[in-house]
């Protein structure tokens, strides 16, 4: 079964600091998409960022960045200079190329403090 | 206004009763998805939708129905609800399935007492 884990629960950074959430997942196939959506208390899912497989090159939205090591089967998500509109949960994510079906991680409640 | 709907919001319902959520996107993305999320599991699909009376199993599909007889439309039904079936319900629609992003409704938080 494919498996997505999120081995921090629950993080807190100060404001303007950079943090780093990890995400480990399973899979013998080589082709496939790795997502970071983040749900702020408004319970709204939204796409933070988005990884294909094949590509050598680290995803980056802004102040939002990967880092994709495909051998280790590890995908972690970098916010430079948190703001306190990223406090939410944000939950790791992956899909198999050519599937349908996206499986999530258990998430990880990240919390910026003034 | 042009996006994903859901409704209702909120929900309490008895145990047993029937209960559908609605899901309505303006987009005509072809798949459409519906999640269930609960504190320690993250969000688990409970079914989903290739194209219009396309539907297909995912991974708690046990105690519900699904339908989809427009693009635009797909009812998640609870036949016989059960507290186990409380939960915050996400529908999600994308363009095509493949690598996609999914774009998320609301959520419609469900109690069944």
């Known amino acids: 079964a494919q498996t997505v884990t999120q081995s921090q629960p629950e993080m807190s950074v100060q404001e303007a600091e950079t943090v780093t959430l990890s995400c480990t997942y399973d899979?013998?196939?080589?082709?496939?998409?790795l997502f970071w959506y983040k749900q702020p208390p408004s319970r709204q899912m939204i796409l933070v960022i988005r990884?294909?497989?094949?590509?050598?090159q680290n995803a980056t939205e802004n102040r939002f960045s990967v880092n994709f090591q495909k051998a280790a089967k590890s995908f972690s998500l970098k916010i430079s200079d948190s703001q306190l509109g990223d406090t939410a949960m944000y939950f790791c994510?992956?899909?198999?190329?050519?599937?349908?079906?996206?499986?999530f991680g258990k998430g990880t409640r990240l919390h910026i403090l003034p | 206004d042009a996006g994903i709907t859901q409704s209702p919001r909120y929900k309490i319902t008895e145990t047993g009763r029937q209960v559908t959520l609605m899901c309505h996107q303006t987009?005509?993305?072809?798949?459409m998805f519906w999640y269930r999320q609960d504190l320690g599991h993250g969000l688990r699909l409970i079914y989903y939708?290739?194209?219009?009376?396309?539907?297909d199993k995912g991974e708690v599909p046990d105690g519900y129905v699904v339908s989809r007889s427009k693009t635009e439309n797909f009812p998640l039904t609870l036949e016989s609800a059960t507290r186990s079936q409380t939960s915050v319900y996400f529908c999600a629609s994308s363009l095509t399935g493949n690598g996609d992003e999914q774009y998320f409704g609301p959520g419609t938080r469900l109690t069944v007492t």
């Open positions: 899979t013998s196939e080589n082709n496939y998409y």
């Open positions: 987009w005509s993305h072809s798949y």
């Open positions: 990884q294909e497989a094949y590509k050598q």
């Open positions: 994510a992956f899909m198999w190329y050519g599937d349908d079906k996206i499986i």
């Open positions: 939708s290739a194209a219009a009376d396309i539907t």
